[in-house]
T-cell receptor, first 112, second 116 residues
Framework: GQNIDQPTEMTATEGAIVQINCTYQ??????LFWYQQHAGEAPTFLSY????GLEEKGRFSSFLSRSKGYSYLLLKELQMKDSASYLC?????????????FGAGTQVVVTP | GAGVSQSPSNKVTEKGKDVELRCDPI?????LYWYRQSLGQGLEFLIY????????KSGLPSDRFSAERTGGSVSTLTIQRTQQEDSAVYLC??????????????FGPGTRLLVL
């Protein structure tokens, strides 16, 4: 199985940068996802990493180091609408293709 | 439809009763997933359907939980003899299934279940 750890909550100011770390342990790593979830709403896909390195998508970037079992999600030029929970999820090669294990999520609070 | 739909949006039931939760995936999506999210927690995988393959039921917490997918489309999650600890938001997701492995899971709005 997987152990997925991410901070419970982070606070940052509008316009700033926030980095959300995620560490994981797997029997056989096979992909890492980041999802955004606003309160009371369904999660929406942000990014996918399977190879080491940085994936950039506009204001959001995601980084992966497989050797360290580590990923981060970088949110730049924070906006009030970025206040949400950010979920890290991992696929393990020993599991079925569709099975993702999610972390508990990091609540990001953006202040004016 | 335009997205994943789930019904009912809210369900209040008494302990010991059975409940059925429905999920309509995005048309053309071959994979369907059920998750459970308790208050302040991450998503807990329950079950995964892919085409005609046997579903991955490894996340179902007890034999009171079961799920079906009829005709490769609509799915029903059934909880028998509900318990108070079953209270949670039940989320359904669907995706295309390919070889790349990065198929995005699109989530429905969820069913909020409260067991009294």
């Amino acid at each position: 199985g997987q152990n997925i750890d991410q901070p419970t909550e982070m606070t940052a100011t509008e316009g700033a940068i926030v980095q959300i770390n995620c560490t994981y342990q797997t029997s056989g790593f096979n992909g890492l996802f980041w999802y955004q979830q606003h309160a009371g709403e369904a999660p929406t896909f942000l990014s996918y990493n399977v190879l080491d390195g940085l994936e950039e998508k506009g204001r959001f970037s995601s980084f992966l180091s497989r050797s360290k079992g580590y990923s981060y999600l970088l949110l730049k030029e924070l906006q009030m609408k970025d206040s949400a929970s950010y979920l890290c999820a991992v696929r393990d090669r020993t599991d079925s293709w569709g099975k993702l294990q999610f972390g508990a999520g990091t609540q990001v609070v953006v202040t004016p | 439809g335009a997205g994943v739909s789930q019904s009912p949006s809210n369900k209040v039931t008494e302990k010991g009763k059975d409940v059925e939760l429905r999920c309509d995936p995005i048309s053309g999506h071959t994979a369907l997933y059920w998750y459970r999210q308790s208050l302040g927690q991450g998503l807990e995988f329950l079950i995964y359907f892919q085409g005609n393959s046997a579903p991955d039921k490894s996340g179902l917490p007890s034999d009171r939980f079961s799920a079906e997918r009829t005709g490769g489309s609509v799915s029903t999650l059934t909880i028998q003899r509900t318990q108070q600890e079953d209270s949670a938001v039940y989320l359904c997701a669907s995706s295309l299934e390919g070889l790349a492995g990065q198929e995005t899971q699109y989530f429905g709005p969820g069913t909020r279940l409260l067991v009294l």
